[in-house]
């Protein structure tokens, strides 16, 4: 799995006048970085998994946020469920679950991680922090505002 990245005729060379977020949007020899997660497939097909920023990085492992998601909402006391990063100094990230509960029953950390143990997810994937919310914020298409959410944790870890 990597960053699909491309260039050609139809692909602008650079940001106008903005060298800072060109050095961010393109690779050192020119390719533009889309962002977008991809596997090459048998025949080298590309098949999309994930957009870059639904990624986690923990200690330099790659977690999909969608991934822990699709597990969490296998429980049956779980309603609606994301999953984000949250700022570590010793690993770069952490797994933060949101997780909106069924009938206003809470939901506890040690479920959530029995659950992926009984799904054979890797420990580091496992998340080490849980928050319950009413709603799961969303835009109108029912895209995850996953951005809301990385600044309600920042805030209640400052």
Same mark, same amino acid.
């Given at each position: 799995?990597?960053?699909?990245?491309?260039?050609?005729?139809?692909?602008?060379?650079?940001?106008?006048? &903005?060298?800072?977020?060109? /050095?961010?949007?393109?690779?050192?020899?020119?390719? @533009?970085?889309?962002?977008?997660?991809?596997?090459?497939?048998?025949? /080298? @097909?590309?098949?999309?998994?994930?957009?870059?920023?639904?990624?986690?990085?923990?200690?330099?492992? /790659?977690?999909?946020?969608?991934?822990?998601?699709?597990?969490? @909402?296998?429980?049956?006391?779980?309603?609606?469920?994301?999953?984000?990063?949250?700022?570590?100094?010793?690993?770069?990230?952490?797994?933060?679950?949101?997780?909106?509960?069924?009938?206003?029953?809470?939901?506890?950390?040690?479920?959530?991680?029995?659950?992926?143990?009984?799904?054979?997810?890797?420990?580091?994937?496992?998340?080490?922090?849980?928050?319950?919310?009413?709603?799961?914020?969303? &835009?109108s298409v029912g895209k995850i505002l996953k951005s809301i959410l990385r600044k309600k944790i920042?805030?209640?870890?400052?």
């Open positions: 799995m990597g960053e699909l990245v491309y260039k050609g005729p139809g692909v602008i060379p650079s940001y106008f006048r &903005n060298h800072e977020i060109t /050095n961010r949007g393109f690779t050192k020899d020119g390719f @533009l970085k889309t962002g977008d997660q991809f596997k090459i497939k048998e025949d /080298n @097909l590309l098949s999309f998994f994930e957009r870059s920023k639904d990624i986690i990085i923990r200690g330099g492992y /790659n977690i999909s946020s969608q991934e822990i998601e699709n597990y969490l @909402l296998e429980h049956p006391g779980i309603q609606d469920a994301a999953v984000t990063g949250m700022p570590d100094d010793l690993l770069g990230e952490k797994v933060c679950a949101w997780v909106v509960p069924k009938n206003g029953e809470p939901i506890f950390l040690p479920e959530i991680t029995s659950l992926l143990f009984k799904k054979g997810v890797a420990r580091y994937k496992h998340p080490e922090r849980i928050e319950q919310i009413d709603t799961i914020p969303r &835009n920042l805030k209640q870890l400052h």
